[in-house]
């Protein structure tokens, strides 16, 4: 048997219907802009028709509908995309940190210019030939140690600011450890409470999209992995559970950095960082300790011209010797005296602030005794017994020549600079092989970086293209459900008008 | 199935495309502003290592410019003691010819004895000549005299060598030691003990003393000819290093340039390029940005 207002019925479900349609449409438009917003859509079914099969059916024929319904609403996502954007977002994250690291460098060693390190030493180079011209004067023996200090500034102000980017580069990972854990913390909350509204029935369509949203933002800085269990998502990176359903156990810098030195992390800005910190940065440290402690320390061998006082005799021919660097050099030459004061060897031209063997670009620094005077800078390697005294010779250029010709003499480099590829050369070879790493290394993550961005922005495109708002799309849906809406409006309408005619207009025949 | 395009892709996409035209033109942008298309290490890590090498060679040569400078001066003005010491012996050669004229008194000995005395000190002066408060003769021993007024002929310079440094590896020696002008004080020729002898033998007019003196003064004046010549020699050479330290810097600059500068035209006329594609992503981009159904729905 059919009910009188059977149809009454079939016009309201779907008046609610459409409306729910228009409603989910007017949400949509309203969210186009919304970041991680996945377009919704009602799904919409036949309801079950009366005289469904059965034992207590009628007799009638046919099955008559009775309108429509709508069981859910749901997300258009596809997760395949999701895992793919987060791949390339974690590439993304390392490299433009590298990338960032590198280009920072760049401006710390601020070469080509006419400011950087090489400048210095070239005026350190020719400070000693122009002492060479006038080797008697203390003019020249000021300029020398004018540029010595330049030069011992500019290695102790390179290393300064190395060792600031490196401070900077932890703040960044502290700063970052606990990003992630606020975000881990987050996810946890929407897992309960999606687990919560999912235990009635619902779709919590924009919770699920926000949680999606933040293992977005995780994912550029750690590579995390993700598995949607009953409890909501399990976030982990390498063996760290960031979040365990409902729990966010989060993690602290020690357990990330123990995790990146087991070969757990993978990309993502963290990678990023502590390669920067660790690696990179370390590498440029220790290649231009290597070069400072070359200059001071590392072994060249040099010919003494003739005429030269070496080790207390003149000498009658060239003689080849190896000494220990500049500060090796420098001992084989002489202050200059008065007699009957002995002529004095001298001494070290560089030291080192805490007393150590090893010259690093942090504590190099130039003698006190220089710095106190500069008649202690020697130029002459040859002394002479001249009325029964011995004396130095002060026109004697031996040691300012050398020491000029020690910028295209070959050093040998301590074996922690062959990173560099370079065992032996000059200081200068070191120098632009150094910066020429620089260079290749950043470009190289340039390049890394604009890639990956394109790839971010490409597959990050193709997401859109599946869970994105098309505007066009909704309004000419809005304009569907409307007119859906009104036919039902006449509908029932026309129900009503058969209605009145048997209520009002029936039983009175001939009236 | 075909694409599904949404208003947020082609957004993103028109960003990424502008931001794309964006950094080019600001590349080009920053090449002109500095005029150089090598600002950083990374612009061309090859290059950046050449860079460096002509900077510095460059700066090297510059001090090496000074050196010769310096070097040149100190040549020129041995050559114009060396002149003077040359013109004074030849005037001794004048005298000495003249002392042995048989025709002389002895008062006209005597009075070119006196000259020659005087030569003998003036020559001390030469000898003792000094330049920015160096002693030019006494070798290495340029804070001391070489010559001792009073005993001249038995004094000795010092015979080391100054060298200078006019390239990597490249050194000259650029003093002359008194005892190559003078001799030395065992030299039979020195030129002081030849002074002294002929003023002696003028004094005791003993004409073969006199005549065995001249004979040293002239084997002496031949040193002192060869002496000069070799300064000229020098001076020759520090010119000719002087000429391919020019040439040496040329060439470097212009590697320099190549390396280091940006080819204006070429980056006037990149950069046009890139601003006018940037503008016509911009005015696309506001075409396809505001368009979409709801403009067209009643």
Known sequence: MRSTFHSIETAKRALFTEQANISTTGHNISNANTPGFSRQRVNLVASRPIEAPGYMRTNIPGQLGTGVEFTSITRVREKFLDDQFRNANRSLGEWSVKADSLSKLETIFNEPSDSGVRTVMDNFWSSWTDLAKDPESITGRKIVRENALALVDAFNETNKHLADLKTDLTTNINTMTSQINSISKSIADLNLEIKRLKAYGDNPNDLMDERDSLVDQLSEMVNVSVVDTDDGYEVSVGGIMLVDGLNAPGTSVAALEAQFNGGGIVGGKIEGLIVSRDQIITDYQSQLDAMVDTLANGEITITLPVGSTYQGTNLTEEQTVTVKGINGLHQLGYLFNTPPATPQQAGDIFVTSDGSATFTAENIRLSQTIVDDPMNIATSMRTEVLNGASETIKGNNTLANLMAGLKDTKFQFSPVASQNGIASGTIDEFYASMIGQLGLQSQEADRQSTNQQDIVTQVDSRRQSVSGVSLDEEMSDLIKYQHAYSAAARFMTAIDETLDKVINGMGVVGR | ?298
């Open chain 2, 1 to 298: 199935m075909a694409l599904r395009v949404t208003p947020g892709m082609m957004q993103s996409q028109l960003m990424r495309n502008i931001n794309h035209n964006l950094t080019r033109m600001q590349g080009q942008q920053n090449e002109l502003s500095t005029g150089l298309k090598l600002n950083k290490p990374s612009d061309d890590p090859i290059g950046i290592t050449y860079s460096l090498r002509y900077r510095s060679e460059l700066a090297m040569n510059e001090q090496y410019d000074k050196n010769i400078a310096q070097a040149k001066s100190l040549l020129e003005h041995t050559d114009t003691v060396l002149g003077q010491v040359n013109d004074v012996v030849q005037r001794v050669q004048e005298l000495v010819t003249q002392g042995l004229n048989d025709t002389n008194p002895q008062s006209g000995l005597d009075a070119i004895a006196t000259e020659i005395k005087q030569i003998y000190s003036q020559m001390i002066t030469f000898g003792n000549d000094q330049l920015n408060g160096k002693y030019i003769f006494n070798g290495q021993m340029t804070d001391k005299q070489p010559y001792d007024p009073t005993a001249a002929e038995t004094s000795n310079a010092d015979t080391q060598q100054i060298n200078m440094k006019f390239a990597a590896g490249v050194t000259v020696p650029i003093n002359i030691t008194g005892n190559e002008v003078f001799g030395a004080s065992s030299d039979g020729d020195n030129l002081f003990q030849v002074l002294k002898s002929i003023q002696t033998a003028l004094t005791s007019n003993n004409k073969a003393d006199l005549a065995a003196a001249s004979a040293k003064l002239n084997t002496r004046y031949d040193k002192i000819i060869n002496v000069r010549s070799e300064v000229g020699a020098r001076t020759n050479r520090v010119e000719l290093i002087d000429t391919r330290l020019q040439d040496l810097n040329y060439n470097l600059t212009t590697m320099q340039s190549n390396v280091e500068d940006a080819d204006m035209a070429e980056t006037i006329m990149k950069y046009n390029q890139e601003e006018s594609i940037y503008q016509a992503s911009l005015s696309t981009g506001a075409k396809i940005i505001q368009q979409t159904l709801v403009d067209y729905l009643r």
